[in-house]
């Protein structure tokens, strides 16, 4: 296969770094730091007690590569805008876009959510630029499970959990499904095809879109914010409501606030992505991780105080620093 990774950062570079490993012929689109780190040294990865660089074609522009069998998304949400405008080059009538990517994605009620299906998201998609961009049809979903960072440009270290999960927007098991899970086997990735992709995203989101902000706010790591029973009790109340929004749209959560925090304890001391991005002054995702499912309950008539207060309080606190538009 052609494959096309779309952002080369800890998520694209890890799965880049596998696949091409794997003797997958891979190129990237990439710019700055990153297009340089890639073209000189190639892809590196640092991954338990294994280290290895891998030649991709790395390139700025996606018109250099032409259509591609895959192209994977790994960006933050912010820049999903922007390559909107860009990524027309690399999508054939039968490309395969997999979106690795945090929080609630554009195409998120494609032949999903009963009375909300076809609703299109505003906070993710203001005109919907993203969703004409990238035709439904070529969709896949995805959730990525395990702990990856940027050690520089184009130098990804792993630390933990090697986990993804695929699935068609519609719930079917189709036949590019079956080839992406064996693509990526073969890579050495732990792959596990969903029959329900959204509930899948709407799980992990449950589960970070409170400690990420609330770390952002802060500056603390998660096991102070589970420490403080002020702040708990209001990371679990913001938990309750999309909890009760998850459940509207057919995404149930089956675990309860206090059971997903005791597997977030577990993690230790740790840094949220959000407050990473904060502290290296880089655009934060709030509109995907706290204003769709805010969005998502007024539409279906749904009061939300506490999500209200903490995207209140988070988009204040990062729009005074630039970091939100």
Same mark, same amino acid.
Request: glycine fraction near 10%.
């Given at each position: 296969?052609?494959?096309?990774?779309?952002?080369?950062?800890?998520?694209?570079?890890?799965?880049?770094?596998?696949?091409?490993?794997?003797?997958?012929?891979?190129?990237?689109?990439?710019k700055g730091a990153t297009l340089k780190a890639l073209q000189q040294h190639g892809l590196r990865l640092q991954s338990n007690n294994e280290t290895f660089s891998v030649k991709i074609n790395a390139v700025e522009s996606p018109?250099?590569?032409?259509?591609?069998?895959?192209?994977?998304?790994?960006?933050?949400?912010?820049?999903?805008?922007?390559?909107?405008?860009?990524?027309?080059?690399?999508?054939?009538?039968?490309?395969i876009v997999v979106t690795a990517m945090n929080g609630v994605p554009w195409w998120f009620f494609n032949d999903f959510g009963g009375d909300c299906s076809g609703m299109r998201l505003r906070s993710v998609d203001p005109d919907g630029e993203i969703a004409a961009a990238i035709p439904a049809h070529n969709i896949v979903g995805s959730v990525v499970h395990g702990s990856f960072s940027l050690i520089e440009p184009g130098n990804v270290k792993h630390a933990f959990g090697n986990t993804l999960i695929i699935g068609e927007p519609d719930g079917t098991v189709s036949?590019?499904?079956?080839?992406?899970?064996?693509?990526?086997?073969?890579?050495?990735?732990?792959?596990?095809?969903?029959?329900?992709?959204?509930?899948?995203?709407?799980?992990?989101?449950?589960?970070?879109?409170?400690? %990420?902000? +609330?770390?952002?706010?802060? *500056? /603390?790591?998660?096991?102070?914010? =589970?420490? &403080?029973?002020?702040?708990?009790?209001?990371?679990?109340?913001?938990?309750?409501?999309?909890?009760?929004?998850?459940?509207?749209?057919?995404?149930?959560?089956?675990?309860?606030?206090?059971?997903? %925090?005791? +597997?977030?304890?577990?993690? *230790? /001391?740790?840094?949220?992505?959000? =407050?990473? &991005?904060?502290?290296?002054?880089?655009?934060?995702?709030?509109?995907?991780?706290v204003g769709a499912v805010r969005e998502i309950g007024q539409k279906n008539g749904m009061e939300t105080p506490n999500i209200d207060t903490l995207l209140g309080f988070a988009r204040l606190f990062a729009s005074i620093r630039g970091l939100y538009p």
């Amino acid at each position: 296969m052609k494959i096309c990774i779309y952002g080369v950062g800890a998520v694209g570079g890890y799965i880049g770094a596998r696949l091409a490993h794997a003797g997958n012929e891979i190129s990237a689109i990439a710019k700055g730091a990153t297009l340089k780190a890639l073209q000189q040294h190639g892809l590196r990865l640092q991954s338990n007690n294994e280290t290895f660089s891998v030649k991709i074609n790395a390139v700025e522009s996606p018109g250099a590569l032409g259509i591609q069998d895959l192209v994977v998304i790994a960006v933050k949400a912010t820049a999903m805008g922007a390559i909107a405008k860009q990524i027309a080059p690399l999508i054939g009538p039968d490309t395969i876009v997999v979106t690795a990517m945090n929080g609630v994605p554009w195409w998120f009620f494609n032949d999903f959510g009963g009375d909300c299906s076809g609703m299109r998201l505003r906070s993710v998609d203001p005109d919907g630029e993203i969703a004409a961009a990238i035709p439904a049809h070529n969709i896949v979903g995805s959730v990525v499970h395990g702990s990856f960072s940027l050690i520089e440009p184009g130098n990804v270290k792993h630390a933990f959990g090697n986990t993804l999960i695929i699935g068609e927007p519609d719930g079917t098991v189709s036949e590019r499904i079956t080839t992406i899970e064996k693509v990526l086997s073969q890579a050495g990735i732990d792959v596990v095809v969903s029959r329900n992709i959204q509930q899948d995203i709407w799980f992990k989101l449950w589960g970070n879109m409170t400690m %990420n902000p +609330v770390s952002a706010i802060t *500056g /603390a790591t998660c096991d102070k914010i =589970l420490d &403080d029973p002020l702040v708990n009790k209001f990371c679990l109340s913001v938990m309750d409501e999309a909890a009760r929004i998850g459940k509207i749209i057919g995404c149930q959560v089956s675990q309860s606030g206090e059971e997903r %925090n005791a +597997v977030t304890r577990k993690l *230790g /001391a740790f840094k949220t992505s959000m =407050l990473q &991005d904060v502290e290296a002054a880089r655009p934060v995702e709030l509109d995907a991780l706290v204003g769709a499912v805010r969005e998502i309950g007024q539409k279906n008539g749904m009061e939300t105080p506490n999500i209200d207060t903490l995207l209140g309080f988070a988009r204040l606190f990062a729009s005074i620093r630039g970091l939100y538009p």
